[in-house]
């Protein structure tokens, strides 16, 4: 019992519970293959549309291949995704008594948001992964070092976990899996205002403010810089583009200092 009682026993016990639900929530992946193919064509659907029927008719700044520009915005907006899927599984959980259930159980309080996010970490691997392969063979491909690259990578996956709590904590606020799905498109407005697909630049003024601002914006234009693609900010633009490696971990810490307490609480109120 003392062990449980130290800072490292609950953070032991956390892990350890945690890790046990990541692997219940890649379990129930794995008995409705349909959702998993369907998470895993998207990508690949989204860089033949984009990259081939709306590619010849747009213009990339300063010339290039519009594919290559687009791949990093494509990245991002598959990143941005990460909070609508685990908002309808949390909320699927929730108003299915699961969450009553695992509240009842013996465990760590922070397991279950843990092992959701845990889980969508993971399977957002394997998107980024099919997503790679699929930019590969229509032409893009990174052209700085492995460490500028990976650190792309990267930035991806912290800011997709950072997401990952918004959806646990927009999830359990919900309680309702019909208002979780009915949601889901407005993540559209998201991805689609910022410079993930065209320049902000022939945008109205208070438009382009909007889009510069975006976190999907500033990991669109981290990423064209650090894999080396078309479109890298420069000259007089907004802040976060001007520095959008900052930016990315900024919100990304700014979202998981918010939303782990408030997903916390949301978890403990919901059987009171």
């Known amino acids: 019992m003392t062990a449980l009682t130290s800072p490292l026993g609950r953070l032991r016990w956390t892990f350890a519970d945690g890790l046990t639900l990541v692997g219940r ?21 989204m860089v033949v549309l984009f990259g081939y029927v709306f590619g010849s008719a747009i213009q990339v700044p300063d010339g290039g291949d519009y594919r290559e520009y687009l791949m990093p915005g494509l990245f991002a907006m598959v990143t941005f995704s990460a909070w609508l899927g685990v908002m309808t599984r949390v909320a699927a959980d929730a108003s299915r008594g699961v969450m009553d259930r695992f509240r009842s159980m013996p465990m760590a309080r922070l397991a279950v948001p ?5 889980a969508d970490l993971l399977t957002g691997l394997l998107m980024l992964a099919i997503m790679v392969g699929a930019g590969l063979l229509v032409g893009w491909q990174p052209h700085r070092a492995l460490i500028p690259t990976a650190q792309a990578f990267l930035l991806m996956i ?42 902000t630049d022939g945008m109205p003024g208070w438009l382009r403010f909007l889009a510069d601002w975006n976190p999907v914006s500033a990991l669109t234009a981290a990423s064209r810089e650090l894999f080396g693609n078309p479109g890298a900010p420069s000259g007089n633009v907004a802040w976060p583009l001007a520095h959008p490696v900052t930016t990315v971990l900024l919100w990304s810490a700014a979202l998981l200092a918010i939303f782990i307490p408030l997903s916390l609480r949301a978890y403990m109120r919901r059987g009171r």
Not at 190 to 196: E, I, P, R, V, Y
Request: proline share 7%; net charge neutral; no cysteine.
């Open 25 to 45: 929530e890649l379990g129930r992946l794995r008995q409705e293959p349909g959702q998993i193919v369907a998470a895993l064509i998207f990508p690949a659907v």
């Open 158 to 199: 912290v800011l997709r976990y950072a997401l990952s709590w918004v959806g646990v904590y927009v999830g359990l606020a919900v309680k309702n899996e019909q208002v979780a799905d009915a949601m889901v498109p407005l993540g559209l407005p998201f991805t689609m205002l910022s410079n993930a697909f065209v320049p």
């Open 114 to 118: 843990f092992g959701q996010t845990g």
